[in-house]
């Protein structure tokens, strides 16, 4: 990129950068210079917002879990309306999985990133927590509008189904395999949910 052109949004800019290199490279190939290179911007304009690395990636892993928090938290108003696999399967994939995979991978790699995205956002409210606690109180819901079996472990159900999502981002080599995958599988838990449920 020429030098001085303005950049609208630099942060996401270079948050988009990262996870280019997150996913061509691997979180441990990860330097300011690699995302910079990466972003077409000079090696400086990351320091220039972020005091070190180590700050630039905990901002990011802060945004994107907010991104994923934010999907999740639709649930609570689709409780009684359309299938109860089709909603979570919704809000699973309401951020890409195209970004949420380069964070999961960069969060396995640095787990201190994950008590800088608590410390912002709070506790059980970012990420995949969010994504947990909102599955749980959703299908809590649905229980009690016997659109599931009144057998049902909201908790433990939330956790698998947040289970098989960290699983696919972490292993599936495209996108459209993990949507696939994730739309079967969830589909297979709740109808075993359903099954049992009252008509």
Request: glycine share 8%; charged share 20%.
């Given at each position: 990129?020429?030098?001085?052109?303005a950049?609208?949004e630099?942060?996401?800019?270079?948050?988009?950068?990262?996870?280019?290199?997150?996913?061509?490279?691997?979180?441990?190939?990860?330097?300011g210079?690699?995302?910079?290179?990466?972003?077409?911007?000079?090696?400086?304009?990351?320091?220039?917002?972020?005091?070190?690395?180590?700050?630039?990636?905990?901002?990011?892993?802060?945004?994107?879990?907010?991104?994923?928090?934010?999907?999740?938290?639709?649930?609570?108003?689709?409780?009684?309306?359309?299938s109860?696999?089709?909603?979570?399967?919704?809000?699973?994939?309401?951020?890409?999985?195209?970004?949420?995979?380069?964070w999961?991978?960069?969060?396995?790699?640095?787990?201190?990133?994950?008590?800088?995205?608590?410390?912002?956002?709070?506790?059980?409210?970012?990420?995949?927590?969010?994504?947990?606690?909102?599955?749980?109180?959703?299908?809590?819901?649905?229980?009690?509008?016997?659109?599931?079996?009144?057998?049902?472990?909201?908790?433990?159900?939330?956790?698998?189904?947040?289970?098989?999502?960290?699983?696919?981002?972490l292993?599936?080599?495209?996108?459209?395999?993990?949507?696939d995958?994730?739309?079967?599988?969830?589909?297979?838990?709740?109808?075993?949910?359903?099954?049992?449920?009252p008509?």
């Open positions: 990129m020429p030098r001085g052109v950049i609208p630099i942060r996401q800019h270079l948050f988009s950068a990262v996870e280019r290199v997150i996913v061509c490279d691997g979180p441990a190939r990860l330097s210079r690699a995302v910079t290179a990466e972003a077409g911007v000079a090696a400086g304009l990351l320091y220039a917002h972020f005091t070190d690395l180590d700050d630039f990636l905990a901002s990011y892993a802060v945004d994107r879990a907010f991104l994923v928090s934010a999907g999740a938290s639709a649930l609570a108003d689709r409780a009684g309306e359309g109860v696999a089709g909603n979570l399967c919704e809000a699973a994939l309401a951020t890409p999985l195209e970004t949420v995979r380069p999961a991978r960069l969060l396995v790699a640095r787990p201190d990133l994950t008590g800088s995205v608590r410390a912002i956002l709070g506790e059980g409210t970012a990420g995949f927590d969010a994504f947990e606690g909102a599955v749980a109180a959703y299908l809590t819901e649905e229980r009690r509008l016997g659109r599931i079996a009144a057998t049902t472990d909201p908790a433990a159900l939330a956790l698998a189904l947040v289970g098989v999502l960290h699983h696919l981002v292993s599936a080599d495209t996108a459209s395999a993990e949507t995958r994730l739309r079967a599988t969830v589909t297979a838990l709740i109808d075993g949910s359903t099954a049992t449920a008509r």
